[in-house]
């Protein structure tokens, strides 16, 4: 099934079976009835049909995350050296801001002799799904609580952080006003953000989005805005008084937590869950 799934996967990022039947040098029929035989072994159908292109079903788009990593595992499993020395490595996913709380921890135990650890920062709604996909052993990420848990997923500790509404110091007026930089629209803290807005009836002016924190400081220290950001981020830019704090009549606070899976292989290293949940707090 191993060339089944690479060839699966190959198609869904073309869309087109002609053009990945020619590159991995087989017929299109023969494609087709190897990704067939791959949606029987999985029982469920990989991709609709629209129009002359193919579109990869929602159970299609979790197969190519999970299959990738599975191709990459079984790279791995071939090299003999690396079967003689294997160690366990553990994929923790973060979120931008916990990255940067947690950049020293992790630059100390990347590598350790009992195990090895990959790190992906990226959007929480991406992590939490990859966690209950079991392509994560940890995730750290903001809570989304209209998303329940699984049943093989642990929520271990939950963490709170204000998000301080800063802006170049020269801009002032009225909320209604200012243009705001704010987090993409459909990203569990721009969620919760235009919760709070829609409580008090206001409609922000939206000058930019972003999933990098970085930039969005950089854009409201140029005055394109308010950005909300959280206050370790933007700690030496208020006291150097390059970015100043807005007085608003709305307050912001995001919850994020660090899951794992409940039955995962993480669960033994003790020490490790230990040092991240003390270096969070």
């Known amino acids: ?27 299109q ?34 197969v190519v995350q999970l299959g990738t990593k599975i191709l990459e595992l079984w790279e791995k499993a071939k090299d003999a050296n690396l079967r003689q020395s294997i160690r366990p490595v553990y994929a923790i996913g973060i979120f931008d801001n916990a990255a940067i709380k947690l950049g020293k921890f992790f630059q100390n135990n990347l590598q350790q002799e009992a195990f090895s650890l990959e790190l992906l920062i990226g959007i929480s709604k991406k992590l939490f799904s990859d966690l209950q996909l079991g392509i994560l052993d940890m995730a750290i990420c903001v809570i989304d609580k209209k998303t329940p848990l699984s049943k093989d997923v642990l929520l271990l500790k939950t963490f709170t952080e204000d998000l301080i509404p800063v802006s170049a110091t020269h801009m002032k007026g009225d909320i209604q006003d200012i243009p705001f930089i704010l987090y993409n629209k459909g990203s569990y803290t721009r969620d919760f953000i235009d919760a709070e807005f829609t409580k008090k009836g206001i409609m922000p002016k939206v000058f930019a989005e972003s999933t990098s924190v970085t930039f969005m400081k950089e854009l409201a220290i140029l005055g394109g805005g308010i950005a909300l950001l959280p206050e370790n981020l933007v700690g030496p830019e208020l006291k150097q008084r390059i970015l100043k704090k807005q007085k608003l009549p709305i307050t912001w606070k995001r919850e994020f937590g660090v899951y794992i899976q409940k039955n995962g292989r993480l669960q033994k290293e003790k020490a490790l869950i230990e040092g991240i949940l003390k270096s969070l707090s």
């Open 29 to 62: 029929s023969a494609l087709s009835q190897s990704i067939h035989r791959l949606e029987i072994a999985l029982g469920t159908k990989l991709f609709i049909r629209k129009g002359k292109m193919l579109q990869v079903t929602p159970d299609g788009v979790a």
């Open 1 to 27: 099934m191993i060339e089944e799934l690479r060839r699966f996967i190959m198609a869904a990022g073309s869309g087109n079976l002609t053009r990945t039947a020619e590159k991995v040098f087989i017929t």
